[in-house]
């Protein structure tokens, strides 16, 4: 029996010397491989605003191809267009499409590819404190579209003295450009609108100050980092209203699918690689059945709703 046993530990113990030899001697170089769909490394660039989802499609894409790694880099979006147009990198992430001044640009070099994967919304947070639960967008827009707030508080008999303050995520971020493309106005007023540096900074500043209003992506809301979870049990969410029944809604997964929520943008992947690399490869995942469901799951709206199979039978 004694010699027995120490056949048995020796034979564990080449067992175990033997697979960590498989594991070191496989290990994956990423930079020496071809680019292909599904192998290779590639660095995408990702809205800010909209980051949580394409980490957690990241993450499991990464676990299911093995031999494929994917450098996510949070930008504002004039900044990752930027990028791009000075061909410095060639995948991107965006809250929208690219206009067709954007895509004259790339005529005779590349032809973009653009997928459209999900859909997200621009919300307004406040404190609990706030004193209303619903926010006027048309007359936010108006006073964003002012050139000088100052002297407009003294002209209107007082009545933008006492509105509350916006606070958006970054001057170069995608929320910002929604509204300074619905107003027109590329300089919002200087006493009326604020910019910090991230998302998780604009809702701890609205938690503490009644009078602020923070404007985000919603997509940090439903995926909260473990840095800003803590800070939404003080802040809540502003409806808005649809013009087209009057009534005010809040952007839940239900009523972006509806379009009665209003302020809505679609969600792409934009493509420059002119090649059939991991750009087409993430793409195609993240339109694909597995990354669509976890959209569905995220609480964004999917380009397309997964279906759900259900066995009916009439006996038990």
Not at 4 to 17: E, H, R, T
Not at 126 to 151: G, W
Not at 175 to 197: H, I, M, W
Request: hydrophobic content about 35%.
């Amino acid at each position: 029996m004694l010699i027995l046993g120490l056949v048995f530990v020796q034979c564990k113990s080449d067992k175990s010397s033997s697979k960590d030899s498989v594991t070191t001697t496989t290990e994956v170089n990423f930079d020496e491989l071809e680019e292909t769909p599904v192998s290779g490394k590639a660095t995408i660039l990702v809205e800010e605003s909209i980051f949580p989802i394409v980490d957690d499609v990241n993450t499991v894409f990464e676990h299911e191809y093995t031999r494929a790694k994917i450098d996510l880099v949070s930008k504002p979006q004039q900044e990752i267009l930027s990028l791009i147009f000075k061909d410095s990198l060639r995948i991107a992430i965006l809250p929208r499409d690219l206009t067709a001044e954007e895509l004259a640009f790339f005529e005779g070099k590349v032809t973009p590819k653009r997928t459209h994967f999900a859909t997200d919304a621009v919300v307004f947070v406040t404190s609990k404190q706030y004193k209303d639960s619903i926010v006027d967008y048309d007359r936010v827009v108006t006073n964003l579209a002012k050139s000088d707030y100052l002297k407009d508080k003294q002209s209107v008999e007082g009545s933008l003295a006492n509105e509350p303050i916006l606070v958006f995520d970054s001057y170069n971020s995608s929320v910002a450009s929604f509204f300074r493309e619905a107003t027109g106005n590329k300089n919002f007023p200087q006493d009326y609108a604020y910019f910090l540096p991230s998302t998780s900074e604009v809702v701890d500043y609205v938690s503490k100050n009644p009078n602020a209003i923070g404007v985000i992506g919603l997509n940090w809301l439903v995926q909260p980092s473990s840095e800003l979870k803590p800070l939404l049990e003080h802040v809540k969410v502003l409806g808005v209203k649809n013009k087209e029944d009057g009534k005010y809604y809040k952007a839940t997964q239900n009523n972006i699918a509806e379009g009665t929520y209003p302020l809505t943008r679609k969600l792409y992947v934009l493509d420059f690689q002119g090649k059939s690399g991991l750009g087409v490869g993430f793409a195609s995942y993240i339109a694909g059945y597995k990354g669509q469901r976890i959209v569905l799951k995220s609480g964004l709206v999917p380009f397309k709703t997964p279906p759900r199979e259900l066995n009916v039978r009439t006996e038990l």
